[in-house]
């Protein structure tokens, strides 16, 4: 995955884009980095944040850098922001996304014999050099971004700081958000709205699917309208969203709370105690826990001040050791105790059910778990956050083939909650994770909690459909 930032201002921007920035770390932590227009040149610095946060890597270099306009990136697969010099003009590009057909749009450039590609992301070409050269190969920055909208299968938002202002690019579909915040002498643009309150800016607009605009320290100038359907991803408040964010009007707490209240008006299990798993069940299981008025409470707690977010490392064996090491269960909360977690989602399994033998050692007496969205049935095509996951690893369709010997010709029945297919599916997962119980909230309540209407929302991980 990852998040980017922008400010365009009258005065030295650099602090802001630190720190706006940085608050897009828990969307990424491969690399993070910062392109600032000084007036005649760009100092840019990237940096490997893997082991180290965002802020320690750059905050040395602060002192050093002035600027009035500025970009940031915090990135899971690529270092960014690029620089850039063409005849358009020099600037620097980030980009948030997915490109599926990059190989095809590699191919078609190579037409043009003097075009190349540095392989410098990890021996591969970086989409966000290639976003670059589709931009270069035509007339103007707005005819770049439009043909970058028509050409990438996938997503694609783009920051494009140049001299004159930050150009910002919505994707063609709107899979994730573009927010424009404005305070007295400046305006910032980013992916998380949450960045704004603590640095002084105040909401002034989201772009629409598609749309482009140019932003400068005077003024927001309209460049391409917004297209008419959007299909935003319904994991940004189900999973992935930070707490105080707030997308298309809707803050991905408050949704978290109505889902959570969903879950527990169709659920009648007896219990001692609701908990959330750490950090995204949280807001599920407290929607929980007022609609069921059955105590919350934290059986276990994660250990934050060195390990990061489980789901970011690359490789399998590594996530599964940091989601363990860093949970810490408190056995007075949990022996003897019928316990319920809300989680956002069950994906592998794998952590869960290391989680659940751990809370049995403790001596629990029942473990239920409750799923804040579907089972997940397709790995997604939109989106970096799961890039790495083959579908056959995935919980629901290991559970499937278990059932019908193989892979089945289509997946409709599964997806259906109203079928004997999906309740022997969901049996087998609780199974084999070794779950007193296990529900998964209906697609129909999970879109109703989000509440900008189910045909303004992606959920083809979950149903297949696009």
Request: charged share 20%; glycine share 8%; net charge negative.
């Amino acid at each position: 995955m990852g998040g980017f930032f922008g400010v365009v201002s009258k005065n030295d921007c650099v602090m802001d884009v630190y720190f706006g920035t940085d608050y897009h770390s828990h969307l990424g932590t491969s690399r993070g980095g910062m392109a600032i227009w000084s007036g005649n040149k760009f100092n840019r610095s990237i940096h490997n944040i893997e082991n180290t946060q965002f802020r320690a890597k750059f905050e040395s270099e602060l002192p050093k850098i002035k600027g009035n306009m500025g970009i940031g990136c915090i990135s899971d697969t690529e270092p960014q922001p690029l620089t850039v010099r063409s005849h358009l003009g020099n600037y620097a590009i980030s980009t948030v996304g997915k490109i599926n057909n990059l190989d095809e749009i590699v191919d078609k450039a190579f037409a043009n014999p003097s075009i190349h590609f540095l392989e410098t992301n990890r021996g591969a070409i970086s989409p966000t050099e290639l976003v670059s050269v589709i931009i270069d190969q035509e007339e103007s920055f707005k005819e770049g971004l439009l043909k970058a909208q028509e050409l990438i299968q996938g997503s694609c938002s783009i920051l494009l700081l140049t001299p004159q202002g930050i150009y910002a690019s919505r994707d063609k579909l709107g899979r994730t958000p573009l927010i424009v915040g404005k305070k007295e002498d400046a305006y910032c643009v980013s992916f998380e709205s949450c960045t704004l309150t603590n640095l002084g800016y105040m909401f002034n607009y989201e772009l629409g699917p598609g749309e482009i605009i140019l932003i400068t320290p005077e003024d927001i100038e309209k460049v391409a309208p917004p297209r008419e359907k959007m299909q935003i991803c319904a994991f940004l408040w189900v999973y992935y969203g930070y707490p105080s964010s707030t997308y298309e009007g809707m803050n991905v707490e408050v949704m978290r709370y109505r889902n959570g209240e969903t879950m527990a008006k169709n659920d009648n299990v007896e219990i001692d105690m609701v908990a959330g798993i750490p950090d995204s069940g949280v807001g599920h299981a407290i929607g929980y826990s007022n609609q069921s008025k059955v105590p919350f409470g934290r059986p276990f707690v994660k250990y934050t001040p060195t390990w990061a977010r489980s789901f970011m490392p690359q490789d399998q064996g590594i996530r599964n050791l940091v989601a363990r090491m860093k949970l810490m269960p408190i056995p007075e909360l949990v022996s003897g105790k019928r316990l319920l977690f809300c989680d956002d989602s069950i994906v592998r399994g794998t952590q869960m059910r290391e989680t659940v033998e751990l809370l049995y050692k403790c001596n629990a007496r029942e473990i239920h778990i409750r799923s804040a969205c579907p089972p997940l049935v397709c790995g997604c095509k939109y989106l970096n956050f799961s890039t790495s996951r083959s579908v056959m690893d995935l919980a629901a369709r290991q559970a499937i083939i278990e059932l019908e010997g193989k892979e089945p010709e289509s997946l409709d029945a599964y997806c259906d909650p109203a079928t004997e297919q999906y309740n022997c599916m969901v049996e087998c997962i609780s199974k084999r994770l070794n779950f007193s119980t296990l529900k998964y909230q209906n697609i129909h309540s999970m879109v109703d909690a989000i509440g900008i209407g189910a045909d303004k929302i992606c959920t083809y991980c979950w149903n297949g459909k696009e």
